[in-house]
């Protein structure tokens, strides 16, 4: 697999609620070698922004050769207000396909666990998975319930929960994983740290093979300038420490192998 900066198109771009965005890019060169679970660097076009903006990749399309983005505005300065302003036409440099992503090929019964933001790549994870399917999201109310009915389409069990109550089980994510009708054989994560560290004490006690998905603050993201570590269980071969990197080592890890 050979990471590429890569001239993209936008081709359309929408609302999907308040502060989610829906991004697909004309991306043909990272769309032919990306992964479920795998991320891009988009950079904006505004010179004074060095550093671009870390988004998993929500799905992939070989055969038309392109990239679904589905990310969170999170303020001006975070650049990703500027991404949600670009229109159909604005072109994108995208540096990618970037990290280690989920491991598909030949999980069975596996039960996928998002919350927030975190929801967006398992969608593409969903549809690279063979045999039964289930899914858990966990959202703060029924407002911001964004792609909800396509991981209905594509799972075979849906459960949702809500902060407050509004839609589906009380609660967060791993509330509504204990609410399911089935013990999966494999889970995989992604959301918020909080959410991960439950999802981990949960399959510990019930014996459930888990792998997380971690989000961290990045700068390169090619595992060059560190600025994104995370604790580890097992000393770093490249650090020499207790260290992950999430952008190059990760952002998918064993729960097992990551300090929650």
């Known amino acids: 697999m050979t990471v590429q900066m890569e001239k993209t198109r936008i081709r359309r771009q929408e609302a999907l609620c308040p502060g989610i965005f829906d991004l697909t890019l004309e991306a043909p060169g990272i769309a ?3 992964r479920p679970g795998q991320f891009v660097n988009v950079y904006l076009n505004d010179a004074s922004r060095i550093l671009p903006r870390p988004i998993s990749l929500c799905r992939i399309s070989s055969s038309e050769g392109t990239l679904r983005l589905v990310y969170r505005v999170s ?3 975070a650049g990703t207000a500027e991404l949600s302003r670009c229109q159909a036409g604005t072109t994108l440099r995208v540096l990618g396909p970037l990290g280690q992503g989920f491991p598909c090929d030949g999980a069975e019964d596996v039960c996928v666990v998002g919350g927030g933001i975190g929801v967006p790549p398992l969608l593409e994870v969903l549809h690279a998975l063979p045999g039964r399917k289930t899914a858990v999201l966990g959202y703060r109310n029924a407002e911001q319930m964004f792609l909800k009915g396509e ?8 459960r949702i929960a809500t902060d407050d109550g509004s839609f589906g089980v009380r609660g967060t994510a791993v509330d509504g994983v204990r609410a399911l009708s089935h013990r999966p054989r494999m889970m995989f994560g992604c959301g918020p740290r909080l959410m991960l560290r439950a ?3 949960y399959a510990a006690e019930q014996g459930i093979p888990l792998w997380v998905s971690m989000e961290e603050r ?3 993201g090619i595992g060059a300038c560190l600025a994104c570590v995370v604790e580890s269980t097992e000393t770093d071969a490249h ?3 207790k260290n992950k990197r999430v952008c190059k080592d990760g952002p998918v890890f064993p729960a097992e192998e990551v300090v929650l």
């Open 32 to 34: 032919a070698q990306a």
């Open 75 to 77: 303020g001006e300065r």
């Open 199 to 201: 999802l981990k004490q």
């Open 151 to 158: 991981f209905e389409a594509a799972a075979d069990e849906v």
């Open 239 to 241: 650090s020499h420490v």
């Open 218 to 220: 990045m700068a390169c």
